[in-house]
């Protein structure tokens, strides 16, 4: 059987009744179509009852230790006999292997056996167990700790004449004092300069302990170059094969696009580092595939299987975006010439939608932003909250946006008319005197009545703007909450967030070391929906000029 037969697979099931889609999948932001679902929910089939390989993806609980989870993908194709099938792969390695039957083979495969990855490490390999015995040498050792110990005895002679310097200098003073009081102006200036020649034989002496130290570890030192340098050879020598090998790597992961265009890793990624990983994503291995064997593609759609990762925010069978850090410059040029979806992030979504404004002076104002709305101008959307006041208040002065909330969260922002206003609420948001209530609809059942979640957050640098739990680089994040009710296998909640960083909500929410359980139409942490229900209902603040406390609420119904 041919690889292509065995890659290509064709649906259990009638689909006839499916029509194809128009476009291809614009791959970061999308809702798989039902044709990606049959084969998803096929291959998922397959990897629960298939008995080639054994991987702990950590779903029995008697096997959550060393369980990983895993990305896995479908891409709807048809073949030149206008047949529709779909191809499968899996990112990274799966069972410590890249090969097994049904998915695709990796698009650049360095395990391959007395390939030129496996020998260049082999090469690597044998410098490091010489730089391990060189290391590890009696002698060298020996002299290490030698020079160390002298250095250290230095140290302390050296240490021990400043010492007896700074007294003699203290000494000098006295003696300078008392001599001034006894001495003629005569016999007081020769003796002043008596104490001069005395500071600089000081001086001298400690230049000759400084010299007879410094030679008793010369010795030492010279000794140790010796071998320092051998050592030393060897591990530039390293550092060099390994960057050649690395380089090597990167010419040879050579991805193809619909036109038979190439282009390698060097070539792709022209202005930003090479991230480690790059190309053994589940998306590049489908569309290299179909491309090889003239398979027209079709849709696609990733889905995680397994246990989430410590970090990110991932539930095991929900579809998720393939990743920007390392896909977005690959798949930019495998998917040149092929029609897509829009890329909804160019689309304004707020257009036709109205800013409410539901409390106002000459100070300030709050107004309801609707969802999918931006708070600020991005990239390519100018409209936003932002835009909007300043064409609706147009003598404010100052940044006016005082707070920010999440393009997709809906709810209540505050709007300083001055710079004044405006320093005097941000101080009252740093010093976290501002009350601030969310209301939000969850995909599950919380078992808990109310509780605090403490989980640091950081931005991911290979998939922005996700989020991360990160508790070594991540900035505090902590949120209080409330459950106000459960129905319909889903629970509604108070947030009562401490601090303020990006996603904290979303991800505190979503992530299994919080509530694990998301917000419903949550795009980046669970399944898209017609909406994120999370909405920010609830502002008390202090009023800048009358001091009073204002509270604004708007309702909305989840």
Request: charged share 25%; proline share 4%; glycine share 4%.
């Amino acid at each position: 059987m041919s690889v292509k037969k065995k890659c290509f697979t064709y649906f259990n099931q009638n689909i006839s009744y499916l029509s194809l889609p128009d476009k291809f999948t614009f791959p970061f932001f999308y809702q798989p179509h039902q044709l990606c679902i049959l084969a998803a929910k096929e291959l998922q089939d397959h990897i629960d009852t298939q008995t080639e390989w054994n991987h702990n993806f950590g779903l029995e609980t008697t096997k959550k230790k060393n369980a990983i989870g895993k990305m896995f993908g479908v891409l709807v194709v048809q073949n030149q006999q206008n047949e529709i099938g779909y191809l499968s792969a899996f990112s990274g390695k799966l069972a410590e292997s890249n090969h097994h039957s049904k998915f695709v083979p990796p698009v650049f495969d360095i395990l391959t056996k007395n390939g030129f990855f496996n020998k260049g490490v082999a090469k690597l390999n044998t410098l490091n167990s010489h730089i391990e015995i060189l290391e590890k040498d009696e002698n060298y050792n020996a002299l290490k700790a030698l020079l160390k110990t002298k250095s250290l005895f230095a140290t302390c002679e050296i240490e021990e004449f400043r010492e007896l310097m700074r007294y003699a200098k203290k000494k000098r003073k006295e003696r300078r004092l008392n001599a001034k009081k006894n001495l003629s102006e005569q016999d007081y200036k020769l003796f002043c300069d008596d104490l001069i020649r005395e500071s600089l034989a000081y001086k001298y002496q400690l230049a000759v302990v400084t010299k007879s130290c410094n030679e008793r570890l010369d010795d030492t030192q010279e000794k140790l170059n010796v071998l320092q340098k051998e050592i030393d050879a060897l591990q530039t020598k390293r550092k060099n094969k390994s960057a050649a090998l690395q380089q090597k790597i990167f010419e040879h992961y050579q991805f193809l696009n619909i036109d038979g265009n190439r282009k390698d890793l060097t070539e792709i990624f022209t202005n930003t580092p090479i991230i480690a990983g790059a190309g053994e994503c589940a998306a590049p291995k489908l569309l290299q595939y179909a491309f090889k064997n003239q398979l027209k593609p079709i849709a696609m759609a990733e889905f995680w299987w397994g246990i989430p990762p410590k970090s990110q925010v991932r539930k095991h069978g929900n579809f998720y975006p393939a990743c920007r850090g390392k896909c977005e410059p690959i798949l930019g040029h495998m998917l040149k010439g092929i029609e897509m979806d829009e890329n909804p992030l160019l689309i304004n979504q707020a257009e036709g939608k109205l800013l409410k404004i539901v409390f106002e002076d000459e100070h300030l104002a709050v107004i309801n932003k609707p969802s999918e709305f931006l708070s600020v101008p991005g990239k390519t959307i100018q409209d936003s909250v932002a835009t909007r006041m300043k064409l609706h208040f147009p003598n404010a002065t100052g940044p006016l946006i005082v707070h920010r909330l999440d393009m997709s969260t809906s709810g209540l922002m505050l709007i300083a008319k001055s710079l004044k206003i405006h320093k005097n609420l941000q101080s009252q948001f740093i010093k976290r005197t501002i009350n601030k209530r969310y209301i939000a609809l969850l995909e599950g059942v919380l078992t808990e009545n109310n509780g605090f979640i403490d989980l640091p957050l950081r931005t991911d640098l290979n998939d922005r703007p996700r989020q991360l739990v990160c508790n070594k680089h991540g900035k505090n994040a902590r949120t209080r909450f409330k459950v106000i009710e459960r129905k319909n296998e889903k629970t509604k909640v108070y947030f009562f967030p401490i601090t303020g960083r990006t996603h904290q909500l979303r991800v505190h929410a979503a992530h299994s070391l919080g509530l694990n359980t998301p917000i419903v139409g949550d795009d980046l942490y669970g399944s898209k929906s017609n909406r994120l229900y999370l909405h920010a209902e609830f502002l008390e603040f202090t009023h800048p000029i009358s001091e009073k406390r204002i509270k604004v609420r708007v309702d909305v119904e989840f």
